[in-house]
Structures are given as structure tokens and as C-alpha cells.
DNA sequence: GAACAACGCACC
DNA sequence: AAACGGTGCGTTGTTC
């Protein structure tokens, strides 16, 4: 139903008593932290969808919407009062997004989110996609249904007709797509926008059922978890919409350093080869057997031209490439993107997913990719990504991070007590862990130690170390053989996940598992505890810091980052209280190194911060 | 021209 | 019998 001028009061009246509404709103783009508005909104009820339209302007073909349906801008105002109920809960696909574009009109949702994304990770993490349509056709497949079967008409008409603007970004081919929504022909817009509402409102009632069955046979993980993610819906949407400051000036400076270096890369290719670079292994083909270089193979047996395999061939080339690469990545993933997501105020407001990783319940992080910004590697090098990100002024950036956190609590869980006994001795968990495997150096043991978080076997512990296969399985009994506990706990949680065919995990929440794929259980079941705790950590941080200065601005899986304020240092501490509190541990317990710097994100030093050091 | 596979590489 | 987990993002090249 299309709200007119007329009854607009009566339907907010309407709304009034409702307890579950899906909202859904259609935006003029994506950054609703700069430019971009809302220009119609569609709200859902159990047998009703209403949709709000604001834009005045034409269609893509001159068209305006009938003036009885253009509602005053300023009407969006009177929706507070039901986003101010705190008894409704609120169904959303991707729930910070419409949070964020809401946000700019003055409006907030005081009443319960339910992320129907988030929520869909939750309880089943096994599927590739989570988009509404992924989420809806999956939902009707299971109860046997039939679907609406035309739900991306309007993607068709705005990729048809080119409804969109094409931005090009330096170091970058492809052009990113700035899609124009609002060129969409009023009626279409409405019927589409109307039917997202009910399928979004559909989807959150269902898994609200999905839920309420699961907790019937027991999983009681998922109400835990379900709980949270709804706290956590909140404290991530704080977190983008606060952002982190960006250096522009220094974020050009880079730029150009490797616009240069590409062009350089680009030029020594050219001296060497006689060919323009094309970095595929159809560019390189013909290069490398003029040059008789040989290159390995991938996983799938094809010539390989990746970095490892391009030192070993020992060819001046081979850093060409690695060169022309390493400059054509940063432009594009990091630094050009960063220009291009810049908000007026000169802050970068991520997305942050807050079950990004459906199998674990990790956190992912997009536009940007802000935990995949490189690390300092060379001290001496002035150019790190992570100095683009500084803190306002009169704040320091602090940044606790969990130590060894995966193998601290699967060390805990297996009950590893020999082990155990020498980290809290002072040892670090490697060197523990070689001492205990007796005869074995701490390089070879932290391997180990790596590929049982990850699941890997003998093979690839053989590729690791330079070693044979034969001797990478006596490590692996080796290893067994002294750590029988952590063995034992492998195989429980295996065989628990071939039965059941889901894992629970050390704070009690629950992945499923797919056939066939136990073999991947324990990693499912700290990586899973370890996000989980880092979720309740941050829930209870977020309560805590309320009305403070100081912002958390990021989570890099087991590392938060903050915004501290100057007169807010002594804070610090009950920050890491709070984390090293929320795994309830038996033997060994987590704990946290503090970092912090004043001036970048790629300048912090351990310890705390102190006005001193400003 | 869009979708997909394959590859490569950054992080934890 | 045998398997290194989880991501995001970019390009090239093929296919429909």
C-alpha cells in the first residue's frame, strides 16, 4: 500500500501496537555517511507492506512520481515515536545500512534489531551467499513453497538502462558502479521495494521459528548467540558510524610513491620481456620459455606464477613482478579506496559483518577490507597503509590484543596441563609447546601448533618446515604422543560433529558442520570461541564506555582498536579487564597485550598510553 | 556484457 | 582414504 498525504498520520497510528515491523529503505546510494539520502522507505507488517515515498524528482525517462505520493521530507520525523518503542522488534537485511541511512534523517531505532543477515549466518553457516534473495529462496525451499519468482527486476532495469554512474579509481581496471535507485520508475520501485518489505518481514518471522525449534531440541547455543548478535547489531553500527579518521595527505603521498613504483615495475618489465606486462599466466607464458624459466604448478596443476614460486626461479623478473603487484594492490585495495570512501569530515566508516564468517561467527569487515590492511613489515619503510589512520586530536589510538588466543584456549580446553604448567611458568606457548614435544625447536612446534588450529596434516607440515612427509608424520606423533590431551580433545570434537553435525564451542554457541567436513570441527570450535568471546567482550565494553569520549573504532579478530581520549587514559586497564574476563577458562586463562600510539595505527608500541609519550 | 572459474595476496 | 581454517578484493580469461 502506497501512503498518500491523506492517510499518512492514520497509518503511523496503525503501526502503533505492532510488535514485529520489517523496514527496508531505498537509498540514493550506498555512503550514507556522506552525500548519499533515503528517498523512500517501505515498512512491513504481518499481512500489510506501506511504502513511504520522499522523492520528487523524475524517473530515468522524465516521469514524476503522482504528487498525491510525495511526502514532505520532514514527515520522516513523526516515524521516531515507533522507532522509539521498545517492545517492537525490528527485521532488517543488513540492518546497520538502513541504521546508517535512517540515521542522517535524525532518526534511530531504540527498539530491538534483528539483522535478518546476521541472523541467517547464525543459524546456518554453511551456505555461500546471504543476500535477501539467497536468504528467501532458501527459506521457501525448506517449507516447500513457492517463491515470488521476479525479484531482480529492478537490478535488470537499472543495469539495462544504465541507471548508474561508472567512478574510476586509480590502480584499479574496472570501474566501481554507483547505482541511481531513485532513476527507478515510481510504480516499480514501490511494487519491488513492497515486496523486500514482506519477504524481509517473512524471513525474520521464520527464523524466529527456525530459533524456537532449535531451542525445543535443546540447542540452547543459539538462543545465547541470537541474544548477543542483537547487542552486537548496535555496538558495530556505533563503531561505523563514529569512523576512524583517515591522513589524506599522507594517503596521497603514498599513492603517488606507488604510482611510481608501478610505472617503474612497468618499465623494467618492459626492458626484460620486450612486452607490456599482462599479469596472468597467459601474459607470462611466452615471456618465461623465451627466458627459459621454468615455473611450478598450482593446486590445480597449472603453471604457477605466484610469489614463492617466482623467488625460487631466481630471475630478475620474478621481482619485477612481485613489485608491479605489490604497487598495483596497495593503489587499488587500499589507498585509492580509501580517497574514494573518505567521508566530508575526513573519516572512514567501514562495514563491519558482524558474522561476515558464517562458519565461525567471525567478524569480517568490508569497504574497505580494514583487516586485511598490511602490517609494517620494514621498520625503516615510510610507507605503511595502516599510517592512514590516525586519531583525532587529544586522542590516542589504543589497541589490546589477545595473545595466542586460539591456541591459549584449545591448550585449555584440551586440558593440556603439562603444557599449561609451563606458560604459566613464563614460557610463551611455543616454546612450552617444543619443550614438551621434547627434542623438537620452537619454529617446528609453532608450525604444529598452527596447522592443528587449521586442521592441516602431515603433508603440508612437510611443505612448511622443508622436510619429508615420513618426517613430518613422526613430528605429528611426536607431537601426539606428549600432548595425548589435546589429541584426545581433537577426536571428541570430531566425532561429536559426524554425529551431530554441528560443533558447540567453548562459550557454548553452535556452528554446524557439513559431512564429510569434521575434519574441520576443532578449528570451527576455537575460532568459534574465540569470536564469540571477543563479541562478549565488546558488548560489555560498549555498555561500559557509554557517555565517554573514548570510541572503539575496529575489531581485527582477536584485537580491538580505540579512540582514547586524553583525559580518559586511566581507562585503559577495564578495557583489558573486561577481555581477559569473559572466557571462563579452567586451567589456562586469555590475557592481552596493551598497544597504543598518538600518532597512527601503524606506529603503536606495546604498553600503555600515557600523556608523556603524546 | 554479465557470470563464473582460477589465481594471487593481504589479514587473523 | 584424506583434507590447513576463516575472510575480502582485485585481475584475467572463458563462456553463455
Known amino acids: 500500500m502506497i501512503i498518500s498525504l491523506d492517510n499518512f498520520k492514520e497509518i503511523l497510528k496503525e503501526l502503533n501496537p505492532k510488535k514485529f515491523l520489517s523496514i527496508d529503505t531505498e537509498t540514493t546510494g550506498l555512503k550514507w555517511f556522506n552525500n548519499d539520502r533515503l528517498f523512500s522507505l517501505v515498512i512491513s507488517d504481518e499481512t500489510e507492506d506501506y511504502y513511504f515515498n520522499f522523492n520528487k524528482d523524475p524517473d530515468y525517462e522524465g516521469n514524476l512520481p503522482p504528487s498525491n505520493f510525495i511526502l514532505p521530507r520532514e514527515w520522516l520525523k513523526e516515524l521516531q515515536l515507533k522507532l522509539s518503542d521498545k517492545n517492537c522488534t525490528w527485521f532488517i537485511h543488513n540492518a546497520k545500512f538502513d541504521m546508517g541511512i535512517i540515521s542522517r534523517e535524525g532518526l534511530i531505532i531504540l527498539g530491538e534489531i534483528h539483522c535478518t543477515e546476521a541472523v541467517a549466518r547464525l543459524l546456518d553457516g554453511r551456505h555461500p551467499a546471504y ?52 532513476k527507478v520508475p515510481f510504480d516499480m520501485m514501490a511494487t519491488y521495494a513492497c515486496m523486500d518489505g514482506r519477504l524481509c518481514y517473512l ?36 563503531m561505523e558510524k563514529e569512523g576512524i579518521d583517515l591522513d589524506i595527505d599522507y594517503t596521497n603521498e603514498s599513492l603517488s610513491h606507488y604510482r611510481s613504483n608501478m610505472k617503474d615495475a612497468e618499465q623494467r618489465f ?37 610469489a614463492d614460486v617466482l623467488e625460487k626461479v631466481k630471475h630478475p623478473i620474478g621481482k619485477v613482478i612481485t613489485d608491479y603487484r605489490e604497487a598495483r594492490k596497495l593503489m587499488s585495495s587500499y589507498y585509492s579506496t580509501f580517497l574514494y570512501l573518505v567521508s566530508k569530515e575526513g573519516k572512514i566508516h567501514c562495514s563491519i559483518k558482524q558474522n561476515g564468517a558464517s562458519k565461525t561467527q567471525r567478524m569480517s569487515i568490508v569497504d574497505p577490507a580494514l583487516q586485511t590492511v598490511p602490517k609494517e613489515h620494514d621498520p625503516n619503510d ?99 604422543y606428549n600432548l595425548s590431551n589435546v589429541q584426545r580433545w581433537r577426536r571428541k570434537i570430531m566425532a561429536f560433529a559426524q554425529f551431530k553435525g554441528y560443533i558447540k564451542n567453548p562459550m557454548g554457541t553452535i556452528s554446524l558442520v557439513h559431512p564429510k567436513g569434521e575434519y574441520k570441527a576443532p578449528n570451527y570450535a576455537i575460532q568459534g570461541g574465540c569470536a564469540q568471546a571477543m563479541k562478549k567482550a565488546m558488548a560489555k565494553i560498549a555498555d561500559n564506555m557509554k557517555g565517554m569520549k573514548s570510541k572503539m573504532v575496529l575489531q581485527i579478530h582477536d584485537e580491538l582498536l580505540f579512540a582514547m581520549h586524553r583525559s580518559e587514559l586511566d581507562y585503559c586497564p577495564e578495557i583489558v579487564e573486561v577481555m581477559e574476563s569473559v572466557y571462563k577458562y579452567k586451567y589456562l586463562p586469555l590475557t592481552v597485550g596493551p598497544k597504543f600510539s598518538w600518532r597512527s595505527w601503524g606506529d603503536t608500541k606495546e604498553g600503555y598510553p600515557t600523556l608523556e609519550a603524546a
Open 131 to 182: 543476500t535477501l534473495d539467497d536468504c528467501v529462496r532458501r527459506m521457501f525451499r525448506h517449507l516447500r513453497q513457492k517463491g515470488p519468482s521476479k525479484i531482480d527486476e529492478v537490478k535488470k532495469l537499472v543495469s539495462k538502462k544504465k541507471l548508474y554512474k561508472e567512478v574510476h579509481l586509480e590502480g584499479k581496471n574496472q570501474a566501481k558502479k554507483e547505482l541511481h535507485y531513485h
Open 270 to 306: 618492459y626492458d626484460i620481456a620486450g612486452t607490456h606486462i599482462v599479469d596472468s599466466a597467459k601474459g607470462y607464458k611466452e615471456v618465461f620459455q623465451r627466458l627459459s624459466i621454468v615455473p611450478g604448478l598450482t593446486a590445480k596443476g597449472n603453471p604457477s606464477y605466484a
Open 382 to 480: 615510510p610507507w605503511n597503509v595502516r599510517r592512514c589512520f590516525v586519531p583525532p586530536e587529544d586522542y590516542c589510538f589504543f589497541a589490546p590484543d589477545y595473545d595466542q588466543m586460539e591456541y591459549r584456549m584449545m591448550l585449555d580446553q584440551a586440558e593440556e596441563i603439562p603444557v599449561i604448567k609451563k606458560i604459566l611458568g613464563g614460557l610463551d606457548v611455543h616454546t612450552a609447546t617444543a619443550e614438551q614435544m621434547k627434542a623438537s625447536s620452537r619454529d617446528a612446534a609453532k608450525t604444529i601448533n598452527f596447522l592443528l588450529l587449521y586442521g592441516g596434516g602431515p603433508p603440508r607440515l612437510a611443505e612448511a618446515l622443508g622436510i619429508s612427509v615420513k618426517e613430518a608424520e613422526s613430528l605429528y606423533h611426536q607431537y601426539f
Open 203 to 238: 524471513l525474520g518471522t521464520y527464523q524466529l521459528k527456525v530459533l524456537e525449534n532449535r531451542i525445543s531440541k535443546g540447542l540452547d547455543g543459539f538462543k545465547q548467540s541470537y541474544d548477543q548478535e542483537k547487542k552486537i547489531t548496535k555496538v558495530c553500527f556505533e
